[in-house]
């Protein structure tokens, strides 16, 4: 330090200059809350983050045609598509060359249902390929053993699939996702009746917002009557909220699929009062009512609690001072208390909405096949069809919508604001 | 909405009125789907809904047949057994982690701190099925998935923002002289953090971990993924119970968890008034 400018530098007691002796010590100050930090930091990155960003690359990561098939991959590269002929010679002969590696060390199979989410029935081909391979002559000619293997060897679709594919990374999964194809023309929107992801998606939007709707209609009055009673009974009352909040989620779920069923309580009791015949007990589960019903329970004390905090704030004066200045009731209520709760709903929607647009266990267990969510595609895709890279991809999507919300949560309430209980 | 005043018009108290009325229905649809499924429980057919015998209160329609079946039947056991080996080092680690981290971040001067605290929250934010999708393709690309160990630090992620929130919550009101005032004293950082600060954040910590321990004791979409069948817990046995062979013991355990939570609820009461009545102490 030579800031010599003010004539005497003022040092501490052992002669060093203050402010370089202030900077040391605010330095090893943001050094000790690193330190503490992170450790925990460390371990989020490592069992949380790392799969995220895991998740995101298998998204768009296609390396298993280069690895089975690397001469052939080469080899097509020549090609030219737009020539209307299958290749020639040459690359069947890395094919060949490459399949017998592939059969040896059974990775054919494995790159055959890969390429079959893109075009189907390329399994079987590659399938049956694999069983003729060892078969065939070392000699050559190959073209002519491989479509006597089977005809597809024959159809310029395939290779445009094996070529199109042959890249170490692909937007097919995201393609996919987004219900479109590559075809000859380029990018273009499947067969109507294939489009079901952006029907899904639609639905988990609609629901979503319909389930958030309703938690806003019904928690809305409870806030309201809880932040205007007098703090006693409020508290006895917001046990009636809170327990359900701390009720285990497969609790709640089951105990929905206790009342709703056809045979169950809610149809027992109307049966019982005669409001419905024996026959015509009401559907209310396996559907979108059971999925609306459950999670706007659910996710209700999540609206509740961030309105009450926020109605707890608004000083009755000022609808006292509207009352006095002529408002009748509505309009002291509509011009003045409300606009003070609005954030109170930005709050309790936005937080509803996140959490059901990604719901799992609720809709898998009273939605049946209308009342699913996206989320359970994307498990379906994990654990049945183990279209690993689809299920990336839609999840990637639908973590790119709760990450543009929570930006909107974080704007409305700020991330330190975020109060449990 | 406090008392009606006397000069009340017709029409303002038939609204009163009707405004309790509604907020009535509303708590009646928040609290009896979890107050139907306690005398269901004792159901002495394998009936999900009241029988005769049940409404005319008449003793022989009432049994513990399913109580005794969740305490007797290997299934349920395990499951249980397995919950509870489970959710407490998941709690463990998320809790010492969290609460050291915490400390840390309610510094005056924490480098990056908005970036730092978007990390740690995260897996409170994502949902639950992308958590699980990311965590079981990378899990089994390093050999964890299907293990106790696996299930364990993925249970301990997704808790610690819990820590995080409530411990911060309680430094944000501790008087920072109180650790100048030991330094002075002679104590060094270790003694201080916990003879002094620890036990003043104590409520914090501990409501903290217990949201760490429910968040895993409750949590299937994550172990539903990366668990294989030796870390199959209670959640996870109701989940498959649900889908597959609906059984009414499944309503004894939720009643027994119903159980559970009333207990947690009053324990975080009672830390939340301790938490507020020291406060209310300290000065400054």
């Given at each position: 330090m030579?800031?010599?400018?003010a ?8 002669g060093?200059?203050?402010k ?10 943001k ?14 990155l490592l069992t949380?983050?790392?799969?995220i960003v ?14 089975t098939?690397?001469?052939t ?13 299958v ?6 002969a890395?094919?060949?060359g490459?399949?017998?590696?592939a ?9 055959g249902?890969?390429l079959n989410?893109e075009?189907?029935g390329?399994s079987?081909l ?8 060892n ?6 000619p ?15 679709g ?13 937007d097919?999964?995201f ?6 194809q590559?075809?000859a023309d ?22 979503s917002?319909?389930?958030t ?9 409870i ?5 205007a ?5 409020s508290?006895?009352l917001m046990?009636?909220v809170?327990?359900?909040?701390w009720?285990s ?5 089951s ?8 045979q169950?309580?809610i149809?027992d ?7 419905i015949?024996d ?9 979108q009512t059971g999925?609306?019903?459950?999670m ?7 609206m ?6 926020v109605?707890k ?11 006095s200045?002529?408002?009748n ?8 208390y409300?606009?003070?709760s609005?954030p109170?709903i930005g709050a309790?929607?936005?937080?509803v ?12 267990l009273?939605?049946?096949?209308s ?6 595609r ?6 049945s069809?183990?279209?690993w890279?689809l299920a990336a ?7 790119v ?10 704007k409305?309430?700020?991330i330190?604001?975020v109060?449990?209980g | ?7 009340a018009?017709p029409?303002?108290?038939?609204w009163y009125?009707?405004?309790r009325?509604?907020c009535?229905l509303i ?12 005398p269901?429980?004792?159901n002495?057919?394998d009936?999900?809904t ?13 049994s ?11 299934d349920?056991q ?5 919950s509870?080996?489970i959710?407490p080092v998941?709690?463990l680690?998320?809790?010492?982690f ?6 840390g971040l309610?510094q005056s001067h ?6 730092i605290?978007?990390v ?5 934010i994502?949902?639950?099925?992308i ?5 079981y ?8 998935q299907?293990?106790y ?6 249970h ?17 009101g ?7 005032a030991?330094a002075?004293?002679?104590a060094?950082?270790?003694t ?6 620890m ?5 914090g ?18 172990v539903?993924?990366l668990?294989?069948?030796?870390q199959?817990?209670?959640?996870w ?12 013991t ?5 009643s ?10 009053t324990v975080?009461?009672m830390l939340?008034?301790?938490s ?6 300290t000065?400054?």
């Amino acid at each position: 330090m030579s800031d010599t400018t003010a004539g005497q530098v003022l040092t501490t007691k052992d002669g060093k200059p203050l402010k370089a002796a202030l900077a040391r010590a605010l330095r090893r100050e943001k050094l000790r809350s690193l330190a503490l930090i992170a450790p925990l930091l460390i371990f989020v990155l490592l069992t949380f983050v790392a799969p995220i960003v895991d998740m995101l690359f298998r998204s768009v990561e296609n390396s298993i045609v280069e690895d089975t098939l690397p001469r052939t991959v080469v080899a097509l590269r020549e090609w030219d598509p737009a020539s209307g002929q299958v290749p020639d010679e040459e690359v069947f002969a890395a094919l060949y060359g490459d399949l017998v590696v592939a059969v040896e060390e059974k990775k054919h199979t494995r790159l055959g249902s890969r390429l079959n989410y893109e075009e189907s029935g390329i399994s079987s081909l590659f399938r049956k390929t694999g069983r003729r391979v060892n078969r065939m002559d070392e000699a050559g000619p190959f073209k002519e053993q491989f479509i006597d293997a089977d005809d597809k060897w024959d159809e310029i679709g395939t290779w445009q699939v094996l070529r199109q594919f042959s890249p170490p990374y692909t937007d097919g999964y995201f393609l996919n996702a987004f219900d479109a194809q590559r075809t000859a023309d380029g990018i273009e929107l499947k067969p109507e009746d294939e489009r079901i992801y952006m029907l899904l998606f639609g639905r988990t939007l609609f629901l979503s917002i319909v389930i958030t709707v309703s938690c806003l209609l019904l928690g809305y009055p409870i806030a309201f009557l809880l932040a205007a009673l007098p703090l006693r009974s409020s508290n006895l009352l917001m046990i009636l909220v809170l327990l359900p909040f701390w009720t285990s989620l497969l609790v709640r779920t089951s105990a929905w699929k206790v009342l709703l069923q056809q045979q169950g309580v809610i149809n027992d009791f109307l049966v019982w009062t005669g409001l419905i015949s024996d026959a015509s007990r009401l559907v209310m589960i396996n559907n979108q009512t059971g999925t609306i019903i459950a999670m706007t329970h659910i996710l209700l004390p999540f609206m509740i609690l961030p309105l009450y905090s926020v109605m707890k704030t608004i000083s009755p004066t000022y609808v006292r001072a509207a009352k006095s200045l002529g408002a009748n009731d509505w309009t002291a209520f509509w011009r003045v208390y409300f606009p003070q709760s609005v954030p109170g709903i930005g709050a309790g929607a936005v937080l509803v909405f996140i959490l059901s647009i990604g719901y799992y266990i609720t809709p898998e267990l009273v939605g049946g096949t209308s009342g699913i969510f996206i989320s359970n595609r994307i498990a379906y895709h994990i654990s049945s069809s183990l279209n690993w890279g689809l299920a990336a991809a839609l999840g990637t999507l639908l973590l790119v919508a709760v990450m543009v919300l929570f930006v909107v949560y974080d704007k409305i309430v700020g991330i330190d604001n975020v109060k449990l209980g | 909405m406090s008392a009606l005043p006397p000069y009340a018009s017709p029409l303002q108290r038939t609204w009163y009125y009707s405004f309790r009325v509604i907020c009535g229905l509303i708590f009646f649809f928040l609290i009896f789907p979890i107050l139907v499924i306690l005398p269901l429980s004792f159901n002495a057919q394998d009936f999900f809904t009241f029988t005769k015998e049940m409404l005319a209160l008449n003793p022989a329609g009432y049994s513990f047949k399913h109580y005794q079946d969740f305490f007797t039947n290997p299934d349920w056991q395990q499951a249980l057994t397995n919950s509870v080996m489970i959710a407490p080092v998941a709690t463990l680690l998320a809790t010492s982690f969290g609460t050291i981290a915490a400390v840390g971040l309610s510094q005056s001067h924490v480098p990056y701190k908005p970036a730092i605290m978007a990390v740690l929250i995260s897996p409170m934010i994502v949902p639950l099925i992308i958590s699980a999708a990311g965590m079981y393709f990378f899990y089994s690309r390093i050999g964890l998935q299907g293990t106790y160990w696996g299930v364990v630090l993925a249970h301990a992620a997704l808790g610690t923002p819990f820590v995080i929130i409530t411990v911060t919550a309680t430094l944000v009101g501790f008087d920072r002289s109180l650790v100048r005032a030991s330094a002075s004293l002679g104590a060094n950082p270790v003694t201080t953090f916990f003879k002094v600060q620890m036990p003043l954040i104590v409520p914090g910590v501990v409501s903290g971990a217990l949201f760490a321990f429910i968040t895993s004791f409750d949590e299937v979409v994550v172990v539903l993924f990366l668990g294989s069948a030796g870390q199959k817990t209670l959640p996870w046995q109701m989940f498959t119970g649900l889908r597959e062979q609906i059984s009414p013991t499944i309503l004894a355990v939720a009643s027994l968890m119903v159980a559970i939570s009333i207990v947690l609820l009053t324990v975080l009461e009672m830390l939340r008034r301790r938490s507020e009545r020291l406060r209310g102490l300290t000065p400054g």
